[in-house]
Nanobody
């Protein structure tokens, strides 16, 4: 079973950037499709971005499209989420997740089997 650890959260001003990383251990991350989700206070966890096993396909929530970029380095067993032009409404705990998939993207929370512990992102106005 793979284990996931997110890093890179913090406090940033609106309009700023952060890069989150998700390091996988215990099994090669290339065995999994990966995704990022977030949960704001008082709200349900929501999908942010997904990437397939090879990194050749990505998909984004409309709310982050054009501002966030998901990528992966399978040699380093790490997935990234580059977040630019951050807004206060991006404030949330961000989670990475891994799911078994032959080649495609996983877009639903229930598709994922393993979750990280989350990292807090706070965007001030």
């Amino acid at each position: 079973q793979v284990q996931l650890v997110e890093r890179g959260g913090g406090l940033v001003q609106g309009g700023g950037s952060l890069r989150l990383s998700c390091a996988a251990s215990g099994r090669a991350s290339s065995d999994y499709a990966m995704g990022w989700f977030r949960q704001a206070p008082g709200k349900e966890r929501e999908f942010v971005a997904a990437i397939n096993r090879s990194g050749g396909r990505t998909y984004y929530a409309d709310s982050v499209k054009g501002r966030f970029t998901i990528s992966r380095d399978n040699a380093k067993n790490t997935v990234y989420l580059q977040m630019n032009s951050l807004k206060p409404e991006d404030t949330a705990v961000y989670y990475c997740a891994a799911g078994a998939s032959f080649a495609g993207l996983l877009l639903r929370e229930n598709d994922y089997d393993v979750w990280g512990q989350g990292t807090q992102v706070t965007v001030s106005s």
